[in-house]
């Protein structure tokens, strides 16, 4: 079983940063994708940024520039660093691990004020 926890996520003005975590525990491959995706109200959710176990990063248009993910293999911790945000950035952010099974966390609020 694996869990993943996040944090970091709360209210900032634009132009602003956040930086998020997630920590993941349990039976966990080496070889693995973990990732950010994030849902606004009434929207669907979409894929932020991922990256590989051997370090490979993907990101959405959107984000390119802005927001950078990485992570620290021996804590199975994924980071993603959020910076010049903006109102439409706002979104429950959800942590995402995938290996052998796929897994997602409880999702942490960012919200960001005009």
């Known amino acids: 079983q694996v869990q993943l926890v996040e944090s970091g996520g709360g209210l900032v003005q634009a132009g602003g940063s956040l930086r998020l975590s997630c920590a993941a525990s349990?039976?966990?491959?080496?070889?693995?994708?973990m990732g950010w995706y994030r849902q606004a109200p009434g929207k669907q959710r979409e894929l932020v940024a991922h990256i590989f176990s051997g370090g490979s990063t993907n990101y959405a248009d959107s984000v390119k520039g802005r927001f950078t993910i990485s992570r620290d293999n021996a804590k199975n911790t994924v980071y993603l660093q959020m910076n010049s945000l903006k109102p439409e950035d706002t979104a429950v952010y959800y942590c995402r691990l995938r290996s052998r099974g796929d897994y997602w966390g409880q999702g942490t609020q960012v919200t960001v004020s005009s």
């Open positions: 349990g039976s966990i491959f080496s070889f693995n994708v």
